[in-house]
């Protein structure tokens, strides 16, 4: 049973640990984006925002 448990236990950190890479990714998207905002045109903004959110949501349903 302490195998399984570890096991586990490894697996948690490593979903964490990749979460947390993924939350940087992210964030640092958005930095980019947010910088490049007024050089963009309305059709790429909204797309940029539709991607952006469709990421996050996925993002979401990983740590669930």
């Not at 950190?13 to 964030?27: F, G, M, N, T, V």
């Not at 984006?33 to 979401?60: C, E, G, P, S, T």
């Amino acid at each position: 049973k302490d195998y399984s448990v570890n096991r586990r236990d490894e697996a948690i950190q490593k979903i964490k640990l990749a979460l947390e890479k993924l939350d940087r990714h992210i964030d640092a998207l958005e930095a980019r984006i947010d910088n490049n905002w007024d050089n963009l045109n309305a059709v790429a903004r909204d797309k940029i925002r539709a991607n952006l959110k469709a990421l996050q949501k996925q993002r979401i349903r990983v740590a669930e």
